[in-house]
């Protein structure tokens, strides 16, 4: 394997386990560790760390290790803006006649969204919400937007998941339970009623990480 795939590898590897909640926020990590877990040297685990503290993930202190670091509610509030703005767009171009959607695949996303709740698959219920809001997208055809929803993704469910791995009570609804909402209005044709749920949860989600300090 090149310099190059390795270096590719190790940064894959170390990303998912951060994302995912393998390695959990406040974790330090080292290098010497990381090598003998992905068998292979500390060049290419050095590589994969550089980028991952370039994208947000991990800060390292002389001497100590690398640190896992949290993806604050603030962030990813920007983000949720983000994904907001974009849906609604979408559908204010939907209303003129402009776009369709695919209602199939928005209901079969649905259906695995809410089984990945009942499963307790937290990646799973997230990864579901951000593929529905990724098939709304799709409807535009829209390079741009389906690029800019994957950098977001794995900060999404980063923050997502490790807060659900430190607080599991209660189960995440209100996703699952907006995109149901969404659905309806959609197959009804109801397209105002698609973008007041979106913002009910945008503000409903805003005003409880405000209540808690979480922002």
């Not at 390292?60 to 896992?68: A, E, N, P, Q, Y």
Request: with cysteine.
């Amino acid at each position: 394997m090149t310099q190059e795939s390795l270096e590719k590898t190790a940064y894959e590897k170390l990303r998912h386990r951060i994302v995912y909640g393998v390695y959990m926020p406040g974790v330090m990590l080292s290098e010497n560790e990381l090598a003998t877990e992905f068998g292979m040297s500390r060049t290419p685990v050095r590589a994969a760390i550089s980028l991952l503290e370039r994208d947000g993930f991990l800060e390292s202190f002389k001497g100590r290790g690398v640190l896992v670091k949290e993806i604050s509610f603030r962030k990813f509030c920007e983000i949720y803006e983000v994904l907001v703005s974009m849906q609604l767009f979408t559908l204010d171009l939907a209303a003129a006649g402009q776009r369709s959607f695919d209602l199939e695949r928005l209901k079969a996303c649905l259906d695995k969204q809410l089984a990945a709740r009942e499963a307790d698959d937290y990646a799973g219920y997230y990864e579901a919400a951000l593929d529905f809001i990724g098939i709304m997208l799709g409807s535009g055809r829209n390079e741009f937007m389906m690029q800019v929803l994957d950098l977001c993704r794995s900060k999404f469910i980063c923050r997502m998941v490790t807060f659900r791995k430190q607080h599991p009570e209660p189960k995440p609804q209100w996703s699952g339970w907006t995109n149901d909402q969404v659905y309806e209005a959609l197959r009804e044709g109801r397209i105002v009623s698609a973008k007041e749920a979106i913002l009910d949860n945008y503000d409903r989600t805003t005003r409880q990480l405000a209540y808690s300090g979480m922002m």
